[in-house]
């Protein structure tokens, strides 16, 4: 079954650090950009971050830029979210997920058309 598995959430206090990991099965991610979405509690799901197949390109929502970086390892199949600084208002679940379709200028990088989700990981940010 093709699935991508998210992990490393946790509790931790304003102003920590989380890595986030998001694995892929039965499936080659390499071809894959891939999106970090999140759901804040009472809010819809919102897209935070994409990161290119070749892993040169990213792209993040304003307000996680400067805070969270995405990267990938292709031969271990995995992509990360690395979470800095992190506020109270990041809590949420946190799920990544594999896009068919990616955008590309000098200026410019998104990429839409996902297909493959994960079940998510909870992150919350408290004292």
């Known amino acids: 079954q093709l699935q991508l598995v998210e992990s490393g959430g946790d509790l931790v206090q304003p102003g920590g650090s989380l890595r986030l990991s998001c694995v892929a099965s039965?499936?080659?991610?390499?071809?894959?950009?891939i999106g970090w979405f999140r759901r804040a509690p009472g809010k819809e799901r919102e897209a935070i971050s994409c990161?290119?197949?070749?892993?040169?390109?990213?792209s993040y929502t304003d307000s996680v830029k400067g805070r969270f970086t995405a990267s990938r390892d292709n031969a271990r199949n995995t992509v990360y979210l690395q979470m800095n600084s992190l506020r109270p208002e990041d809590t949420g679940v946190y799920y990544c997920?594999?896009?068919?379709?990616?955008?590309?200028?000098?200026?410019?990088?998104?990429?839409?058309?996902?297909?493959?989700w994960g079940q998510g990981t909870q992150v919350t940010v408290s004292s």
């Open positions: 997920a594999a896009s068919t379709k990616q955008y590309s200028s000098d200026t410019y990088y998104n990429c839409t058309d996902f297909t493959f």
């Open positions: 039965s499936f080659t991610l390499e071809y894959h950009p």
């Open positions: 990161i290119s197949n070749t892993g040169e390109r990213s």
